[in-house]
Nanobody, 123 residues
Framework: EVQLVESGGGLAQAGGSLRLSCVAS????????IGWFRQAPGKAREGISC????????YYAESVKGRFAISRDNSKNTVYLQLNSLKPEDTANYYC????????????????RGQGTQVNVSS
């Protein structure tokens, strides 16, 4: 059974930090790029970051560039998303996805996704 399980969300103050984790199982993790998405109530989902399977390339949406950092540990089937300098507009459900494609072509579709972890940022 394929699973992507996120953790690390919670409540943070503006300017604070959180570290999200995504643990994968049930597929060959090292063969997949991993993308993080977020969605706030009433808003469209947003792809915010992606990391290629070999850690060679990372991508960020303009809205998070310079504040968030993605990394992966293929030995642990885990991807991390470090959230720094948080803003109230970062409040959303964050979920990780997997797709067997390069990040440059990732788009808004994916092969697998997790349920997400909620991030709430207070002003």
């Amino acid at each position: 059974e394929v699973q992507l399980v996120e953790s690390g969300g919670g409540l943070a103050q503006a300017g604070g930090s959180l570290r999200l984790s995504c643990v994968a199982s049930g597929f060959t993790f090292a063969d997949y790029a991993i993308g993080w998405f977020r969605q706030a109530p009433g808003k469209a989902r947003e792809g915010i970051s992606c990391i290629n399977r070999s850690n060679s390339s990372t991508y960020y949406a303009e809205s998070v560039k310079g504040r968030f950092a993605i990394s992966r540990d293929n030995s642990k089937n885990t991807v991390y998303l470090q959230l720094n300098s948080l803003k109230p507009e970062d409040t959303a459900n964050y979920y990780c996805t997997a797709r067997r494609i390069l990040c440059a072509a990732y788009g808004l579709t994916y092969d697998y996704r997790g349920q997400g972890t909620q991030v709430n940022v207070s002003s």
